[in-house]
C-alpha cells in the first residue's frame, strides 16, 4: 500500500502549478493506467517481465523510475523547453524543510526496503544495512561533486570548501533511490558503488537538464527517474543468489554470478516502464486538460496560493542590513520617519510582504 503511495509523493512536486482537484483526477488515473500496470507486470507471478526474470526488490524501476519519467512528462506538458531558466525559479524555498523531509524519508525508507520481503530475516537485515550504507555514502558524494574538487585541484585552488546541507540531503535521497531495487538482493559492500554512481549521474543529469533548460521541478526526474535506472543497471550486475537464498527465494543471480543475461533483462524492464509512463502520463494530461474546466494551466500564474487556496505559503519581513537599532531615527524630507520600503520588493504581491521595512 505504502509504495502506491509513493509515486503520487514524488510527482506531487509539481503540482505547485496546477489546480486541486485536476490534480486528484490525475493522481488516481496514473495510479491507475501506469503504476498498477508495471507493478503487475514485474511483481506478479503472472507478469511478463517477472517471468523473464527482471529484479525490482522494493520499487527501484515500478515507482521511481515511473514516478520520475512521468513527472518530467508533467514538465514537459506544463512549460515545454525553455531556454532559460531565471534565478528565481531555481532558488531554493525552505532548507529546513528539505532537512527535516530529508530525515523522515531516511527513516522511513528502512521500512520501504527492509520490510519488502515481509519477514524479520537475515534477507531483511541486508536491505536494512544496505539502504543506510548507501545513503550516507550519497549524501557525502554528492557534497564532494559540489564542490568540484578535480577542477579545484588542477587549478590549485585554495579556496574553501563548503558542505551544502540540502547538497547532502539531495545525495541522500538519490542514493536511496539507487539502492532500492536491489536492497535485497546485493551484497553490503557492493551497496558503496551504488551510493557513488547513482548521486554522480543525477548529479551530472540534473546540471545537463538545467543547462538544456527544462524545468525539472524539484528535481523528480534528475534525482528519481536517473537513480532508479541506475540502481536497476547496479542490480543487474550485483545481484547475489546468496543474499536472495536468505529470503528463500532462488534466483540465477547478476553478474558477479555469471548471468551476464541480467543486465539485458534490466534494461528491457527499464525501456518498457519508462516508454509505458511517459506515454500514458501524456495522454493523461491533454485527456483532462481538454476540458475547460479542470484546465491546469492557470491564465494567472501570480500568488498562486492565493488566488486557489485564499492564502499565502510565506509571510517575509525584509529587513535592511544597514539599520542600527541604537541609532535615532533621522526624518526625511518628507517628514516620514526612516523606515523605507525595499524597491526591490515586487509591487505585484508574487511574495507576501506583512512585515515591516527598516
Known amino acids: 500500500m505504502f509504495a502506491s503511495i509513493t509515486p503520487a509523493i514524488a510527482l506531487g512536486s509539481v503540482c505547485d502549478r496546477i489546480r486541486f482537484i485536476p490534480a486528484m483526477v490525475f493522481v488516481f488515473l496514473w495510479t491507475t493506467f501506469v503504476y498498477d500496470f508495471i507493478s503487475y507486470w514485474s511483481w506478479s ?3 511478463w517481465l ?4 527482471a529484479l525490482d526488490y522494493a520499487g527501484g524501476t515500478i515507482v521511481h523510475i515511473s514516478s520520475g519519467v512521468a513527472g518530467a512528462a508533467f514538465s514537459f506538458f506544463l512549460d515545454g523547453f525553455k531556454k ?3 534565478p528565481e525559479e531555481s532558488k531554493k524555498s525552505n532548507i529546513i524543510n528539505v532537512i527535516i523531509g530529508t530525515a523522515l524519508l531516511w527513516f522511513g525508507w528502512f521500512g520501504f526496503n527492509a520490510g519488502s520481503g515481509y519477514k524479520a530475516d537475515v534477507r531483511a537485515g541486508y536491505a536494512f544495512i544496505n539502504t543506510h550504507l548507501a545513503t550516507s555514502v550519497g549524501g557525502i558524494v554528492w557534497v564532494i561533486l559540489e564542490n568540484e574538487p578535480f577542477r579545484r585541484i588542477k587549478s590549485a585552488n585554495s579556496k574553501k570548501w563548503k558542505s551544502s546541507s540540502v547538497g547532502f540531503c539531495t545525495g541522500a535521497i538519490c542514493a ?3 539502492i532500492t531495487p536491489g536492497s535485497g538482493f546485493v551484497d553490503i559492500w557492493s551497496s558503496i558503488v551504488f551510493g557513488i554512481l547513482g548521486p554522480m549521474a543525477s548529479y551530472y543529469a540534473s546540471s545537463a537538464i538545467e543547462k538544456r533548460g527544462f524545468k525539472d521541478y524539484l528535481g523528480v526526474f534528475g534525482c528519481h527517474g536517473i537513480s532508479g535506472i541506475v540502481g536497476s543497471i547496479l542490480t543487474g550486475i550485483f545481484a547475489s543468489k546468496k543474499v536472495a537464498g536468505f529470503g528463500e527465494l532462488t534466483i540465477k543471480g547478476g553478474w558477479v554470478d555469471g548471468n551476464f543475461v541480467q543486465v539485458p533483462i534490466q534494461l528491457l524492464s527499464i525501456l518498457v516502464s519508462f ?11 491533454y485527456a483532462i486538460n481538454f476540458f ?3 484546465k491546469f494551466k492557470l491564465e494567472v500564474e501570480d500568488n498562486v496560493d492565493h488566488l ?3 492564502e499565502y505559503a510565506y509571510n517575509y519581513s525584509k529587513i535592511n542590513p544597514n539599520y542600527d537599532e541604537d541609532k535615532e531615527p533621522e526624518n526625511n ?11 526591490s520588493i515586487p509591487e505585484n504581491l508574487t511574495v507576501r510582504n506583512e512585515g515591516r521595512y527598516v
Request: glycine share 8%; charged share 25%; aromatic share 2%.
Open 292 to 294: 475547460e474546466c479542470m
Open 275 to 285: 516508454a509505458w509512463s511517459a506515454i500514458i502520463t501524456l495522454i493523461i494530461c
Open 45 to 47: 507471478s503472472n507478469g
Open 308 to 310: 486557489e487556496l485564499d
Open 333 to 343: 524630507d518628507s517628514g516620514s520617519s526612516s523606515e523605507t520600503r525595499d524597491d
Open 176 to 178: 536511496l533511490v539507487t
Open 50 to 53: 517477472a517471468k523473464l526474470g
Open 84 to 86: 532559460k531558466i531565471t
